[in-house]
């Protein structure tokens, strides 16, 4: 079993012993969600792989979270936001700017990338190591900028 998911199952005890709700729901939600893909995959999840599934968990809310308070439901959104601090109580230290950058220009010498058609070989070195840590979608900009 992955370290992770030790950390979270833990996190459900200390939820549970606390009497938090809603982290409660949101940690059994995320196990669920851990379990339907190793059942679906029949094979055990990895650090990464767990990663993977807080990020698009997060990502999900944040969409809730815009769509709920354009309809005006600030209570539902409010949820969101409770589950999305639980989530990311299991999330590694995110990446500052300057770490980042270093890296893109890293991977990019790495890859010997000059032109836009190498930007999936240094999107490839990056994401294995930024997982979770950083914004992909905005590390995809910073590397198409600094490719032109």
Do not use: C, H, Y
Request: proline share 1%.
């Amino acid at each position: 079993m992955s370290a992770l998911i030790t950390q979270i199952k833990d996190g459900m005890k200390e939820a549970m012993r606390a009497k938090q709700k809603v982290r409660l729901a949101t940690i059994r939600m995320l196990l669920a969600q851990i379990k339907q893909v190793e059942v679906d995959e029949r094979k055990e999840l990895t650090d990464t792989d767990v990663l993977a599934i807080l990020d698009k968990m997060i990502k999900q809310r944040r969409d809730s979270i815009s769509q709920f308070e354009s309809a005006g439901r600030q209570e539902l959104a409010d949820n969101e936001k409770a589950e999305i601090e639980a989530l990311q109580e299991f999330m590694p230290q995110a990446l500052s700017e300057a770490e980042i950058a270093a890296m893109i220009t890293s991977a990019i010498a790495e890859s010997g990338a000059e032109t836009m058609r190498d930007m999936g070989k240094v999107m490839a070195i990056l994401k294995p190591q930024m997982q979770g840590r950083a914004d992909m979608g905005a590390v995809s900009g910073q590397v198409k900028a600094q490719l032109n």
